[in-house]
Every structure is written in structure tokens, then in C-alpha cells.
T-cell receptor, first 111, second 117 residues
Framework: EDQVTQSPEALRLQEGESSSLNCSYT??????LFWYRQDPGKGPEFLFTLYSAGEEKEKERLKATLTKKESFLHITAPKPEDSATYLC????????????FGKGTKLSVKP | NAGVTQTPKFQVLKTGQSMTLQCAQDMNHEYMSWYRQDPGMGLRLIHY???????DQGEVPNGYNVSRSTTEDFPLRLLSAAPSQTSVYFC????????????????FGPGTRLTVT
């Protein structure tokens, strides 16, 4: 069964304190791993797509990496405006576009 | 581009009432989908479509109907609302044609918050 597990469920950081969010997955024939950011009361906002093990992508203070079993979202020197829920999703092989989402990690960054 | 738009933003229904949640996109995406988001459950797929005239069921389709008569629009119908359908509903769209260098990222609308009493 295709499955996505994110950890931790919640993470509280001080401003400037770097950390990582984990997304582990089991999927038949990965055709893409996606990271989204979701602010309260809003729809998920696309951040990154990773397609193969070893791939990395960066955007401002965020860096996403991918292995054959998991992905990490590294946050370097976070700011309060990075506070949000971060969602991970996978697109299985044979999928016509459907994504399987994890339950998310709620990040709080205190000044 | 407006991206993905959804209406209404908020809705309160009584048990047994019916309604349609509207979704439209202006990116010429072939793939469109509906998710519901509940606390502690994550996003779950209700129905999806890979093009006009083609729809299929997702993980939690019971109680919902969809149709896709145009590329742009993908409405979600609740036939007889139940309290278990209280949730936040998101519409999303993406490319699905091969040969687009993997541009399959889905773009989400702002959501409809539905309460069924």
C-alpha cells in the first residue's frame, strides 16, 4: 500500500535555529515527490518537486532532498514568516496524476 | 492568470440539502481533482478528472458527484449533505500529458469551508 509518513507532527524553533522535516514513503514506482506549504485558512502552496534519488532543490531558506525511501526539507536560519504546515506528497507509478499526502508537519518559529 | 478559483469560500448546509462547489482554472491543465481536508487526516482525494468528459473516483467518493464538460471547470456536487461531510474542500489542477519534463505539480485553490448541521 502506498503510504506517506511525516515527522515530527509539530516542530517549534527559535528564529535562526536550523532543522529538518522528514517525509518517509513507500510507493510503487515513484513518479514525483512534492513539498507544499500551507498557511492557516489557505490552500497548499507548491514548493518543490523531486523525481530521483540524490536530487536537491533550494528556495530561499528551504532545501529539499530525496533518497529512495525518504525526503528531507531542511530549513536554514528560519524566520517567523516560515511558520506554516509543510505537506509532503507522492505521485505513484501508474497514477494519472493522483497524489498521496502525508499529514503534515506544523512548524512554529518564535522570534 | 487567476490560477485555481473556488466558490463559495464558506457554506453552511442542513442535513439532506444539496449543493455544488465550483472550481475553475485558467492554466489549460488537463488534470483536475477534489480533496477534502480534515483535522488529523491529511488531504484525501474525492474525485479526479484527466480531461473533459473523463472522471474517476478517488479514496473517499461516497456522497459526491462530479462532471467535467470543459477543460476549465470541475464542479463537485453534494447530493444529500451529511454532518460527516463537514470539512474543508480543495480543488487542484495540473498538467498530465507526458513529455512536459515532469511538470506535474498540482496547484490548489483557496478552499471551501463547509459545515453541515
Amino acid at each position: 500500500e502506498d503510504q506517506v509518513t511525516q515527522s515530527p507532527e509539530a516542530l517549534r524553533l527559535q528564529e535562526g535555529e536550523s532543522s529538518s522535516l522528514n517525509c518517509s514513503y513507500t510507493v510503487s514506482g515513484l513518479r514525483g515527490l512534492f513539498w507544499y506549504r500551507q498557511d492557516p485558512g489557505k490552500g497548499p502552496e507548491f514548493l518543490f518537486t523531486l523525481y530521483s534519488a540524490g536530487e536537491e532543490k533550494e528556495k530561499e531558506r528551504l532545501k529539499a532532498t530525496l533518497t529512495k525511501k525518504e525526503s528531507f526539507l531542511h530549513i536554514t536560519a528560519p524566520k517567523p514568516e516560515d511558520s506554516a504546515t509543510y505537506l509532503c506528497a507522492v505521485r505513484p507509478g501508474g497514477s494519472q496524476g493522483n497524489l498521496i499526502f502525508g499529514k503534515g508537519t506544523k512548524l512554529s518559529v518564535k522570534p | 492568470n487567476a490560477g485555481v478559483t473556488q466558490t463559495p469560500k464558506f457554506q453552511v448546509l442542513k442535513t439532506g440539502q444539496s449543493m455544488t462547489l465550483q472550481c475553475a482554472q485558467d492554466m489549460n491543465h488537463e488534470y483536475m481533482s477534489w480533496y477534502r481536508q480534515d483535522p488529523g487526516m491529511g488531504l484525501r482525494l474525492i474525485h479526479y478528472s484527466v480531461g473533459a468528459g473523463i472522471t474517476d473516483q478517488g479514496e473517499v467518493p461516497n456522497g459526491y458527484n462530479v462532471s467535467r464538460s470543459t477543460t476549465e471547470d470541475f464542479p463537485l456536487r453534494l447530493l444529500s449533505a451529511a454532518p460527516s461531510q463537514t470539512s474543508v474542500y480543495f480543488c487542484a489542477s495540473s498538467y498530465s500529458r507526458p513529455g512536459l519534463a515532469g511538470r506535474y505539480e498540482q496547484y490548489f485553490g483557496p478552499g471551501t469551508r463547509l459545515t453541515v448541521t
